[in-house]
């Protein structure tokens, strides 16, 4: 799960740019890359959280 997460990291900001782009222009795409890196945040969080979880359980 982090390695995705931090995949995440980098694809969702450019995703989000290039939507926000197209869609309403370059205030959108600074909004939408923005959107992006704060939901790639919380996958990587959730997702470093239960692997931290899942070697502490052992």
Same mark, same amino acid.
């Given at each position: 799960?982090?390695?995705?997460?931090?995949?995440?990291?980098?694809?969702?900001?450019?995703? &989000?740019? #290039?939507?926000?782009?197209?869609?309403? *222009? !370059?205030?959108?795409?600074?909004?939408?890359? @923005?959107a &992006?890196? #704060?939901?790639?945040?919380?996958?990587? *969080? !959730?997702?470093?959280?239960?692997f931290?979880? @899942?070697?502490?359980?052992?």
């Amino acid at each position: 799960m982090p390695v995705i997460g931090c995949l995440l990291l980098i694809v969702l900001p450019l995703l &989000g740019l #290039a939507g926000g782009g197209f869609l309403w *222009g !370059a205030q959108g795409a600074k909004w939408g890359a @923005g959107a &992006g890196f #704060a939901a790639a945040l919380v996958v990587f *969080g !959730a997702g470093s959280y239960a692997f931290i979880k @899942g070697i502490r359980g052992r």
